[in-house]
């Protein structure tokens, strides 16, 4: 296969309704799409980068340097027939895995409807159980700004059929809010994401939190660290989970090495793709610790990948893949992802490729600027 040309459309999309974290409030989502052409399909990808360099060093603007000079260039008219032969080309780019997954994910979506197959399924090929038809999600609820925001608001998605719910922390709406909410819904599966905002010397705080009967703590400390997540999870019962600070299947194995987290959240953009993402799970379903997917607010693009990812057999916790609704009033897809009620799961596309319909007249609404580059 050869990819003949590629598009990149920077987008800007407003949220339904802002979403604070220890980085910030969103209130829009910037994101890069790319658009790849090759013997008459078009297959797309999605930069999960932010405007800020928060969650991560990586950029929009970043992302958008390193594809157009770099990447890109490297891709067009690179003949490829696996994953791996596609990665080749641009393996000697350091670091920039976001911007890399959004071209890897392209590709992922070419070769899965050359076959004719789900992307779900392409990714599953080699698992003896396949790829699963429903993934079980949970919701993120954002840092609020009383606690009786935050009830109101956890009972709202409740109502909707989530079954896990995610609260964000940070320095000074921690504990108390933890124990208000875990009082208010004491048999709810309950999560909490630190987002790096804490240090070793919060270890007392953790170990009241400890106390919670949460389902995991993730990314408690700095974003770049493994060793003294070990420390922290040495003196706590409830697993962390790691996030920022895996950003390769290498790293993931070093963590489970030193028992740094019990539980790794895979972000096909953070590690990389598709292909990174699934030899993490590789690597912790050998080890029986369990993995789910995370969410960086993509559009219906990036969600659908992220389905596809969180119906390999070994991601068992509920994933951070919300319904459309969640996020947007008016996707860049015509599908709408649906949560299903009865289980609180989200339905993979079994269409060819990542099985969703770009509607290129809205990608053009929320376009900030676009650029193409053929042969």
């Known amino acids: 296969m050869k990819i ?22 969103e209130t829009h989502r910037d994101c890069i799409l790319v658009e790849a052409h090759a013997e ?3 297959g797309w990808g999605e930069c999960a980068a932010m405007s800020r360099p928060g969650y991560s060093y990586e950029t929009t603007g970043t992302a958008w340097h390193i594809m157009k000079d770099f990447l890109v260039p490297n891709s067009l008219g690179h003949e490829w027939q696996g994953i791996n032969d ?6 000697w780019v350091r670091g920039h895995a976001m911007a890399k997954a959004a071209l890897q994910g392209a590709a992922w979506d070419l070769l899965a409807q050359s076959e004719g197959i789900s992307l779900g399924k392409k990714l599953a090929e080699s698992y003896p159980a396949g790829s699963k038809a429903r ?14 925001d935050l009830l109101k608001r ?24 933890l124990q208000a909410a875990r009082e208010a819904f004491p048999t709810i599966p309950l999560m909490l994401d630190a987002n790096s905002a804490y240090t070793l010397a919060d270890a007392p705080l953790f170990q009241k939190i400890d106390k919670l009967n949460l389902l995991m703590i993730e990314q408690p400390l700095a974003y770049d660290d493994i ?33 740094a987290g019990r ?10 793709g598709l292909w990174e993402g699934r030899q993490i799970h590789d690597l912790c379903q050998k080890r029986n610790f369990p993995v789910w997917c995370g969410g960086m607010l993509e559009t219906g693009v990036g969600r659908a990948a992220n389905l596809a990812m969180a119906s390999l057999p070994n991601f068992t916790l509920p994933s951070d893949i919300s319904a459309t609704e969640r996020y947007w009033a008016e996707d860049i897809i015509e599908e709408t992802f649906v949560l299903n009620k009865e289980d609180s799961t989200i339905t993979v596309p079994n269409k060819p490729g990542i099985g969703v319909t770009v509607n290129l007249a809205r990608v053009e609404k929320y376009q900030i600027k676009t650029e193409s580059f053929g042969l």
């Open 4 to 25: 003949s040309k590629i598009t990149l459309h920077h987008l800007s999309m407003p949220l339904v309704h802002p979403f604070e974290t220890s980085f910030g409030v």
């Open 40 to 42: 008459g399909m078009i």
């Open 86 to 91: 596609f990665m080749e080309a641009t393996r």
């Open 135 to 148: 993934v079980n999600v949970g919701v993120s609820i954002g840092v609020q700004l009383t606690i009786d």
């Open 154 to 177: 956890i009972q709202l998605f409740l109502d909707k059929g989530y079954a896990r719910i995610k609260l964000k922390i940070k320095p000074g709406r921690d504990l108390e809010t």
């Open 227 to 259: 060793f003294e997540h070990s420390k922290l999870q040495a003196q706590l019962k409830t697993p962390i989970c790691l996030d920022e600070s895996i950003h390769t299947p290498a790293q993931a194995e070093w963590a489970l090495e030193i028992d």
């Open 263 to 272: 539980i790794i959240n895979i972000k096909p953009g953070r590690v990389g």
